[in-house]
């Protein structure tokens, strides 16, 4: 007795190269609409301006919370440290630093970083606010 042989079809495999690619886009267009901020609201809250020229964000910046810490690129510096990178900076050809100072932050305290800035050879010191609304 002789049984007939039948071929089972398989389904044929999924393609996932037109999933994989849509993955891909949306990764991109989220990449490319964020924004990427060095500093985050909720560690410093900026002082409001009435002044509609902003300073803008330079590539140089250090950030002073209210409690009197400084941070350069995201990691906590001393007194020390910080004049000398504004050093450093002062020797560079573009002298310039943003300072991101929280509003809470004593005044005296950021007059004296900005006396450290001056005097340490830094032509340009801006201060980051918020427009006032």
């Known amino acids: 007795m002789r049984f007939k042989t039948t071929k089972i079809a398989k389904p ?3 393609n996932m190269i037109a999933l994989i ?13 964020s924004v990427v901020r060095p500093f985050s609201d909720r560690e410093v809250r900026l002082a409001q301006s009435a002044d509609p020229k902003s300073a803008g964000v330079g590539t140089r910046m250090a950030v002073l919370r209210r409690d009197g810490s400084k941070y350069l690129g995201g990691a906590l510096v001393s007194d020390a440290q910080l004049q000398s990178q504004f050093k450093d900076w002062a ?5 310039g630093v943003t300072l ?34």
């Open 91 to 95: 020797a560079e050809p573009k002298r």
């Open 100 to 133: 991101v100072a929280d509003r809470d932050m004593p005044a005296s305290a950021l007059i004296a970083i900005v006396t450290q800035a001056n005097a340490a050879g830094l032509a340009d010191v801006k201060l980051l606010t918020r427009k006032a609304r």
């Open 12 to 14: 044929p495999a999924e």
């Open 21 to 33: 690619n849509i993955v891909f886009l949306i990764l991109i267009f989220f990449l490319v609409a």
